[in-house]
């Protein structure tokens, strides 16, 4: 049977940032982490290796089995950034606004936070945020 391998993780989030290489992925992590936090209301959490997620929500995937996931959240790649904001209704408004990016089906990517304008994110995240929790309350 299936099994979610992604999951919560007992890591401290601060810590887990100040390793990220290189130096920039570090820095723009740990200020996405303060703005996520300022956005959610929420305390990040290392979800596998090398996302950071808020908050959670249950859902019912085709396999059946009920699993757990982040709201939203953030992954500071090497290669780009990427930015965890699944339902976001209006996202073609947002994105036209947000700066230089890419996307994928529920992703952002973005190649610095510089290239972002901050506070479209901002709205982004707490669109998303609420959205989540009104498909999913808890």
């Not at 757990?68 to 209704?89: D, I, N, Q, S, T």
């Not at 073609?92 to 972002?116: I, K």
Request: hydrophobic content about 40%.
């Amino acid at each position: 049977m299936y099994e979610v391998k992604t999951k919560p993780q007992d890591a401290d989030v601060r810590a887990y940032l100040s390793r990220v290489e290189p130096a920039r992925r570090r820095d723009e992590g740990l200020r996405l982490l303060e703005v996520f936090e300022q956005e959610t209301g929420a305390k990040g959490v290392l979800w596998g290796e090398s996302m950071v997620g808020f908050g959670t929500y249950r859902y019912q995937p085709r396999s059946g089995k009920a699993a757990e996931w982040f709201r939203v959240g953030f992954a500071p790649r090497k290669a780009k950034l990427v930015l965890y904001l699944h339902m976001l209704p209006g996202r073609e408004g947002f994105l036209s606004r947000l700066g230089r990016h890419t996307t994928g089906v529920g992703c952002v990517y973005a190649n610095a936070l510089a290239d972002l304008d901050g506070g479209v994110l901002r709205e982004m995240i707490r669109t998303a945020w609420d959205e989540m929790g009104r498909l999913y309350p808890t």
